[in-house]
């Protein structure tokens, strides 16, 4: 179990969201998202520091500073 920022993960790699360094307004924006702790994601491509993810069909971007502040454990597939 390894866990990284989002933004250092390769593309490819499955993941699982582990903490969040952000507070309460980022939590409640990435919850609309659909992304919550626990979440599992596929990171699909990286565009400099922002990365773009993949869960059950839908695709969610996330900008650099968001992905900075997003820590995550790669899952062995």
């Known amino acids: 179990m390894k866990v990284?920022?989002?933004?250092?993960?390769?593309?490819?790699s499955k993941?699982?969201?582990?903490?969040?360094?952000?507070?309460?307004?980022?939590?409640?924006r990435l919850l609309s998202l659909g992304i919550s702790l626990g979440s599992e994601f596929e990171v699909i491509n990286h565009r400099g520091e922002?990365?773009?993810?993949?869960?059950?069909?839908?695709?969610?971007?996330?900008?650099g500073?968001?992905?900075n502040k997003l820590f995550v454990e790669?899952?062995?597939s």
Do not use: H, Q, Y
């Not at 699982?16 to 507070?23: F, K, P």
């Not at 922002?50 to 900008?63: D, Q």
């Open 50 to 63: 922002g990365t773009v993810l993949a869960r059950e069909g839908n695709r969610v971007a996330l900008g």
């Open 74 to 76: 790669i899952l062995d």
């Open 15 to 28: 993941v699982r969201l582990d903490a969040i360094e952000g507070g309460k307004a980022m939590t409640r």
């Open 4 to 12: 990284k920022l989002l933004s250092n993960v390769p593309v490819g």
């Open 65 to 67: 500073g968001v992905s």
